[in-house]
């Protein structure tokens, strides 16, 4: 982890607070509500980064892994389990708490404030148990397979199409009352930035179909992750708004299924 000077500002500024706040890469002092608004549009490029890293050190696991000639498909699990371990290291498993709490609230069938009761219960149930067990497992067995078949840039790419999903929800609902985070990014996703959020992920869309994801997959990636952006916004307003849990599922989820519809 390195700690960097705040004094960086425009878009290298922007790009250095939104790897600060999505990773532990680097630092940033002097963190505010303005700069984080701010950084939000570069939440995509930090995830590139963070991509890069992840698909960097499974690389590395599966060459060392062939070297010693560690059969398959043992080599490829290894490389999925290290590009699982980089991801829950430089996030600090940062969303997943999302995805488990969401999870048990979703799960208890309760409404209301009981709802939020439940959200914000820093104690892991069952149904954000079963949740955790299930999106890690997928993570991990996704990543070996793309490692298994040399596609690095589903790996490369899944991070940055997460956070940009996220944005695209936030832009799509209001913030519940007390979230303090949704009501940050929900504040601040203008319709500017959710069209420039748009054109990131018509463009990562592109670059899947010039790297040579079929067509049919192309609009199967696009249409199922429309169809996660409606559960969780539909989940949502059920409740009176978002959260940044939700924010967080919608990250995690994005991500899996770009992995998933790129296979």
Not at 195 to 213: E, F
Request: charged share 10%; aromatic share 8%.
């Amino acid at each position: 982890m390195r700690s960097l000077p705040a004094g960086a500002t425009g878009i290298l500024g922007r790009y250095l607070d939104a790897l600060s706040f999505l990773s532990r890469l680097v630092t940033r002092p002097g963190q505010s509500e303005e700069r984080f608004r701010a950084c939000l549009s570069a939440f995509a490029p930090a995830g590139l980064t963070l991509g890069l890293v992840w698909a960097g050190a499974a690389l590395a696991a599966l060459t060392v892994a062939r070297a010693a000639r560690v059969p398959a498909p043992l080599a490829e699990l290894l490389a999925g389990w290290i590009w699982l371990l980089a991801l829950l290291w430089t996030t600090r498993g940062l969303h997943w708490d999302g995805v488990a709490d969401l999870a048990d609230a979703c799960g208890s069938g309760a409404t209301g404030d009981r709802f939020w009761q439940i959200l914000r219960d820093s104690r892991l149930g069952a149904f954000g148990g079963m949740a955790l067990c299930a999106g890690l497992a997928g993570a991990l067995l996704l990543a070996a397979a793309h490692a298994a078949k040399g596609q690095w840039l589903p790996l490369v790419l899944a991070p940055a199409w997460g956070r940009c999903c996220s944005l695209m929800l936030a832009a799509a609902a209001p913030a519940q009352g007390g979230g303090n985070l949704g009501r940050l990014v929900c504040g601040a996703m203008t319709p500017r930035r959710a069209r420039g959020q748009q054109g990131l992920l018509g463009g990562m869309l592109l670059l899947s179909w010039l790297a040579g994801l079929p067509a049919g997959r192309v609009l199967l990636l696009a249409a199922g992750q429309y169809f996660l952006h409606i559960c969780l916004r539909r989940t949502a307003l059920a409740h009176g708004g978002l959260s940044g849990d939700f924010l967080g599922t919608s990250i995690e989820t994005a991500q899996l299924w770009f992995l998933l519809a790129a296979l």
